[in-house]
């Protein structure tokens, strides 16, 4: 049985701001849109409201007019920025205010181990059976005493970003770029990096043929030595994802090690020499998952809402309609997008036919026991650089 400490910190690098149309709820805020969903749902008979906890891409109105108007039910989104404030939502009370969650990797684990969620049924999502083969049940990170918490929903790799104008491809086949600046120190100064030691270290310590998510001190002695020598090649460290695509855009840098969510929207955007490239020692992969709250008022409205994101129509919404795009789970879905559309999220002119290959050659993110050094190790390998 894995064990978790009560995290409240790092989102591992993937806290998003979105919009959402239901904006009434989301100027009052997290606490007020609690509020007001409550009230909503005493007025509507509570069992006909769904008040769900999400990330940006799941209250499209795609999906959401469609849903209410098949269910006669109204569908309230709030906005999450990080899993740590949805655990913390959860823990302090939010189980009596919301239905359905969204979380990533590990932190449906979290969940089921604080009691905030309920089990899932893998027999109530028969779109499942479409997944690729890697989001199919068991699915180890929405896994928790060998039962499911999480329902898949989209996914991505953080690996490594490249101005394919600039950058040859012998160039990024490994992360060793990152300290080296390149054969001949070209690229010193042109690189940049997000603040983010929980999704750049495992990718360094793979590099090292260290286990990604558990080193000794020996090992994270070796890491920090890599870490000094890479900040040094660095132009600047980034704390917003939308400064990073803009540096990008203007040819500050040419290299980042990040991944397809932060990149999506410039590849959408048909800056077809951004791409976000598999080095050989692979990278670290994420998966959505919509979990269902502890006591929901109504269980069968909240499965089915779960299936409307999961059905082909429903994927292709999550994945497409939003600013920051990710690839569906569900290859039935796959038919509904074109082949421009494929290759923007999937960043290869192969499109999903790649997406086997992506999701085999990435490892799962896992929470690990050395976060704390990791992030202290970051901060001093910063200060004795020259970044």
Request: proline share 5%.
């Amino acid at each position: 049985m894995r064990k978790f400490e009560d995290i409240t910190g790092d989102d591992n690098g993937r806290a998003r701001i979105g919009a959402s149309r239901r904006t009434f709820l989301q100027s009052a805020g997290i606490a007020g849109t609690a509020a007001m969903a409550g009230c909503l749902g005493d007025a509507l008979g509570g069992g006909t409201t769904l008040n769900v906890l999400t990330w940006e891409g799941y209250g499209t109105d795609t999906i959401v007019n469609e849903f209410e108007s098949e269910h006669d039910a109204t569908v309230n989104i709030s906005l999450l920025a990080s899993d740590p404030e949805g655990f913390n939502i959860l823990k302090s009370g939010g189980t009596s205010d919301y239905d359905l969650l969204t979380v990533n990797n590990t932190w449906a684990a979290r969940h089921a181990e604080a009691g905030t969620i309920e089990s899932l049924n893998p027999d109530d999502f028969p779109e499942m059976d479409n997944f690729l083969e890697k989001f199919q049940w068991p699915f180890e990170s929405f896994a928790y005493e060998d039962e499911m918490y999480a329902l898949p929903t989209r996914w991505g790799w953080d690996t490594l970003t490249v101005n394919t104008n600039v950058v040859p491809e012998e160039h990024y086949s490994s992360y060793e770029v990152l300290w080296t600046g390149g054969p001949n120190g070209e690229y010193e100064g042109k690189m940049g990096i997000m603040d983010w030691p929980t999704w750049n270290i495992p990718k360094i310590a793979q590099s090292l043929g260290y286990p990604p998510f558990e080193q000794n001190e020996e090992q994270l002695a070796d890491i920090k030595e890599r870490l000094v020598e890479m900040f040094n090649n660095m132009g600047a460290i980034y704390s917003g994802t939308s400064a990073i695509r803009q540096a990008f855009l203007q040819e500050d840098i040419v290299i980042s090690p990040v991944g397809n969510f932060t990149m999506s929207e410039l590849r959408a955007q048909g800056n077809d020499w951004v791409n976000v490239v598999l080095p050989e020692q692979g990278g670290m992969g994420w998966t959505e998952g919509m979990c269902m709250v502890k006591d929901p008022a109504n269980p069968d409205l909240a499965v089915d809402f779960m299936n409307k994101v999961i059905s082909p129509k429903g994927q292709y919404s999550v994945a497409w309609e939003p600013a920051a795009k990710s690839p569906p789970v569900n290859t039935a879905s796959f038919d509904q997008f074109d082949a421009d559309q494929q290759e923007a999220l999937m960043f290869s002119e192969d499109g999903f036919d790649a997406a086997q290959t992506i999701s085999e050659q990435t490892t799962p993110y896992e929470f690990s026991e050395n976060t704390d050094a990791w992030t202290d190790m970051w901060e001093d390998a910063k200060a004795q650089s020259d970044v």
